[in-house]
């Protein structure tokens, strides 16, 4: 039997030391760093394509193996955390062997099952999150040149009707609802010392500044529903950037720009490797409502 390797773990600090072990932006080994869907957001009964970044200290695997599932099993009023114990296990519904991508269609009882409704007074409905949104969550299994099976998961955003809202409420929000969209990586940058440098002629052992841009439009305007108040509010998306490396460290594993905040970039410092080499770097966007994209670099040291 192969030996499971999960990205998720719980740690109470309680009169305990706490292992300092590599960085969460170090890669070390093969990993699934991110799962991408196409569209982020779907109503039951539309067509989804999923895609995996997998990621090795020696770049990004291409056509890794995989297994692909829905997460079928809902928590329960006991359960904490993004996922049911049960979708670790046999509560999920299988969508076959893949590479890197998949495609499926949203399950029918998705609303039920992740959403706001519920069958059981046993089952606790998902909360929605802080832009009013449920998710449906697919598991994706990576069989690992180590002998690993590595498990990780991803979150399709969920279109739902309303629940508890006025009748008028509900008719305004459909009107003005927008469905999400994935942010798109515009761009990445270096200065060394505050002068622009190439990706591929980095000094050995510098501190290098780098900057993602994106687009203005990747930081959406939305509605949700506003249950306190029983009525439709306006936001705008924050974006977040997670960064990760096969070589050197970052100052920050994670960046980002918060609501309020109109640029359209965010920085990191790296500290390249003292020696002459190729690091392999990436980087994945992602929106405040579950929108994800992500890109690879080579950086080379000189």
Same mark, same amino acid.
Not at 223 to 236: E, H, I, K, Y
Not at 273 to 291: F, K, Q, S
């Given at each position: 039997?192969?030996?499971?390797?999960?990205?998720?773990?719980?740690? *109470?600090? *309680?009169?305990?030391?706490?292992?300092?072990?590599?960085?969460?932006?170090?890669?070390?080994?093969?990993?699934?760093?991110?799962?991408?869907?196409?569209? =982020?957001?779907?109503?039951?009964?539309?067509?989804?394509?999923?895609?995996?970044?997998? %990621?090795?200290?020696?770049?990004?695997? *291409?056509?890794?193996?995989?297994?692909?599932?829905?997460?079928?099993?809902?928590?329960?009023?006991?359960?904490?955390?993004?996922?049911? =114990? @049960?979708?670790?296990?046999?509560? &999920?519904?299988?969508?076959?062997?893949?590479?890197?991508?998949?495609? +499926?269609?949203?399950?029918?009882?998705?609303?039920?099952?992740?959403?706001?409704?519920?069958? $059981?007074?046993?089952?606790? =409905?998902?909360?929605?999150?802080?832009?009013?949104?449920?998710?449906?969550?697919?598991?994706?299994?990576?069989?690992?040149?180590?002998?690993?099976?590595?498990? %990780?998961?991803?979150?399709?955003?969920?279109?739902?009707?309303? %629940?508890? %809202?006025?009748?008028? *409420?509900?008719?305004?929000? +459909?009107?003005?609802?927008?469905?999400?969209?994935?942010?798109? /990586?515009?761009?990445?940058?270096?200065?060394?010392?505050?002068?622009?440098? +190439?990706?591929?002629? /980095?000094? $050995?052992?510098?501190?290098?500044?780098?900057?993602?841009?994106?687009?203005?439009?990747?930081?959406?305007?939305? &509605?949700?529903?506003?249950?306190?108040?029983?009525?439709?509010?306006?936001?705008?998306?924050?974006?977040?950037? $997670?960064?990760?490396? @096969?070589?050197?460290?970052?100052?920050?594993?994670?960046?980002?720009?918060?609501?309020?905040?109109?640029?359209?970039?965010?920085?990191?410092?790296?500290?390249?490797?003292?020696?002459?080499?190729?690091?392999?770097?990436?980087? /994945?966007?992602?929106?405040?409502?579950?929108?994800?994209?992500?890109?690879?670099?080579?950086?080379?040291?000189?």
């Amino acid at each position: 039997m192969r030996k499971l390797a999960f990205f998720a773990t719980t740690c *109470v600090l *309680v009169a305990c030391i706490p292992e300092l072990g590599p960085r969460e932006s170090f890669v070390g080994r093969t990993m699934v760093l991110a799962v991408r869907a196409e569209p =982020p957001e779907s109503k039951p009964g539309e067509p989804v394509t999923y895609e995996a970044l997998v %990621a090795s200290p020696e770049g990004t695997i *291409v056509a890794p193996r995989t297994q692909w599932a829905f997460c079928a099993t809902p928590k329960l009023l006991t359960e904490n955390g993004a996922v049911s =114990p @049960s979708c670790l296990a046999d509560g &999920v519904v299988a969508l076959g062997d893949a590479s890197a991508n998949v495609q +499926a269609v949203t399950p029918s009882d998705a609303c039920l099952l992740f959403g706001p409704e519920t069958r $059981s007074a046993d089952l606790r =409905p998902r909360d929605p999150d802080t832009t009013g949104g449920f998710y449906l969550p697919i598991r994706v299994t990576l069989a690992a040149e180590d002998g690993e099976a590595r498990v %990780a998961f991803g979150f399709e955003r969920l279109s739902c009707n309303l %629940a508890n %809202a006025p009748a008028d *409420v509900v008719r305004e929000f +459909a009107a003005r609802y927008v469905a999400n969209g994935n942010p798109s /990586i515009a761009s990445l940058a270096a200065e060394v010392g505050g002068s622009p440098v +190439a990706l591929d002629a /980095i000094p $050995s052992g510098a501190s290098v500044t780098l900057r993602l841009s994106w687009q203005p439009e990747d930081a959406e305007s939305y &509605v949700l529903f506003d249950p306190a108040n029983q009525s439709v509010v306006s936001g705008r998306e924050s974006l977040r950037a $997670s960064w990760f490396t @096969s070589a050197g460290s970052f100052d920050d594993d994670r960046t980002g720009r918060r609501r309020d905040e109109p640029e359209t970039f965010t920085t990191n410092t790296w500290h390249a490797p003292g020696n002459a080499t190729v690091t392999h770097l990436w980087v /994945i966007l992602r929106d405040e409502r579950g929108g994800t994209s992500f890109a690879s670099y080579d950086l080379v040291t000189r």
